[in-house]
Nanobody, 121 residues
Framework: LQLVESGGGLVHAGGSLRLSCAAS????????IGWFRQAPGKEREGVSC???????YYADSVKGRFTISRDNAKNTVYLQMNSLKPEDTALYYC????????????????WGQGTQVTVSS
């Protein structure tokens, strides 16, 4: 499984972006997919995850603002990010744990290269 993120960019606070995680090799149908982010000087944190059955998880910091979804026909998982804040600025990665259900502990075996999100104040 190879994952490719896209959709990052520069946006003003309060704006929106939609990130995409596509499988360039393999199919996402039977994988949970998680979104992570890492800001400079900070640890990587889990943002959201969607299992194969569509059940979802969100970090408290993004609940009510971010929405994760999947389109298996397009072999893609999306992260819709609304009401963006400067503290959302980070490199965003998608990853698959190699299982069908989301897991906090991991391990996450497959990672994309990341897409940068920058939110200006």
């Amino acid at each position: 499984l190879q994952l490719v993120e896209s959709g990052g960019g520069l946006v003003h606070a309060g704006g929106s972006l939609r990130l995409s995680c596509a499988a360039s090799v393999g199919t996402l149908d039977y994988y949970a997919i998680g979104w992570f982010r890492q800001a400079p000087g900070k640890e990587r944190e889990g943002v959201s995850c969607i299992s194969d059955d569509g059940s979802t998880y969100y970090a408290d910091s993004v609940k009510g603002r971010f929405t994760i979804s999947r389109d298996n026909a397009k072999n893609t998982v999306y992260l819709q990010m609304n009401s963006l804040k400067p503290e959302d600025t980070a490199l965003y990665y998608c990853a698959a744990p190699g299982t069908t259900k989301c897991t906090v502990q991991g391990p996450y075996d497959y990672w994309g290269q990341g897409t940068q999100v920058t939110v200006s104040s």
